[in-house]
């Protein structure tokens, strides 16, 4: 298990930026996949963004080409990049991490993204 924590959500515009952290208790660099996903309310938790250790990555068609996920083992942690957000984005995201890249063992506390204008 891992702990991991999430920071940078907050409330922006259509159209504006904002780049999620997910900061690990431990290292990363032996765990195969960390992700992304979202909940919004009423809505069922979908996974938006997955990063292997060999450097794979794949994203959900509603956020391909507007969010990019990296991970950067030296500091122990995983970022979201998200450009142009759209008010459908608005959501608590969470961060995960997992032996694959459909199964995750360790998830966050989730941090609130609101686009409004």
């Known amino acids: 298990q891992v702990q991991l924590v999430e920071s940078g959500g907050g409330l922006v515009q259509p159209g504006g930026s904002l780049r999620l952290s997910c900061a690990a208790s431990?290292?990363?660099?032996?765990?195969?996949?960390m992700g992304w996903s979202r909940q919004a309310p009423g809505k069922q938790r979908e996974l938006v963004a997955v990063i292997t250790n060999g450097g794979y990555s794949d994203y959900a068609d509603s956020v391909k080409g507007r969010f990019t996920i990296s991970r950067d083992n030296a500091k122990n942690t995983v970022y979201l990049q998200m450009n142009s957000l759209k008010p459908e984005d608005t959501a608590v995201y969470y961060c995960?991490?997992?032996?694959?890249?459909?199964?995750?063992?360790?998830w966050g506390q989730g941090t609130q993204v609101t686009v409004s204008s």
């Open positions: 431990r290292s990363i660099s032996s765990i195969y996949a």
């Open positions: 995960s991490a997992g032996g694959s890249t459909s199964h995750f063992g360790s």
